[in-house]
């Protein structure tokens, strides 16, 4: 069992190039997130979903795109990368299972623009 | 929105220390969470803690929601402690179905031997 693993781990941009990021989770889970991190900071929530073909925006959504095609995959889009992006990305999923709201997150992955 | 204040930021102990950690929020909460960061960057889901007591081991938590805050205890803390600690909260409000977490910015521990 994988968990939840986040492609690619690293990556450095150019300003105004697009990328993007791919989570898989391979538990089931209906409810996946995508967060950024930044120095001294705790995770920001930029969208999430609560079910394959659903997404919403979370906290800090601007400059960002997200696609939830199939249950398992979660993908998060630069369209026109910009410094201020610059940051680690995690993506986590939820267990519903009872009243237990585990969550899953993958290692991370950290992304420069310049 | 919700405002989540952990202290203290920073936090430095001998190897067998004891320590806590708190949490503030200012809203009710559905749920809340402790998570670990380790120094290379990967989150470990602690306790799902959104009132009362949980014993982990050397880990301990307790929240007290009607006063809006909970606090981690480490016991005889051990260099692989080390790592950031995040408390993260749901807010009562966001609704039904999203289970969308706030995070604090954590308290960074070291443990030294």
């Known amino acids: 069992n994988a968990g939840v693993t986040q492609t690619p781990k690293f990556r450095v941009l150019k300003t105004g190039q697009s990328m993007t990021l791919l989570c898989a989770q391979d538990?089931?889970?209906?409810?996946m997130y995508w967060y950024r991190q930044d120095p001294g900071m705790g995770l920001r929530l930029i969208h999430y979903?609560?079910?394959?073909?659903?997404?919403a925006k979370g906290e800090v959504p601007d400059g960002y795109n997200v696609s939830r095609l199939k249950k398992q995959n979660f993908l998060l889009g630069l369209e026109s990368a910009a410094p201020s992006q610059t940051s680690v990305y995690f993506c986590?999923?939820?267990?519903?299972?009872?009243?237990?709201?585990?969550?899953?997150f993958g290692s991370g992955t950290r992304l420069t623009v310049v | 929105g919700i405002q989540v204040e952990q202290s203290p930021p920073d936090l430095i102990l001998q190897e067998g220390a004891n320590s806590t950690l708190r949490c503030n929020f200012s809203d009710s909460v559905n749920n809340l969470q402790w998570f670990h960061q380790n120094p290379w960057g990967q989150l470990i889901n602690l306790f799902y803690i959104p009132s009362g007591t949980k014993q982990n081991g050397r880990l301990s938590a307790t929240t007290v929601a009607t006063e809006r805050y909970s606090l981690l205890y480490i016991s005889s803390s051990q260099t692989t402690d080390s790592g950031v600690y995040f408390c993260?909260?749901?807010?009562?409000?966001?609704?039904?179905?999203?289970?969308?977490?706030?995070f604090g910015k954590g308290t960074k521990l070291s443990v030294i031997p």
């Open positions: 538990m089931n889970h209906e409810y």
């Open positions: 979903s609560v079910g394959e073909g659903t997404t």
């Open positions: 986590a999923s939820n267990n519903l299972r009872g009243s237990y709201y585990g969550y899953t």
């Open positions: 993260a909260v749901e807010p009562t409000y966001s609704g039904a179905g999203s289970y969308q977490l706030t």
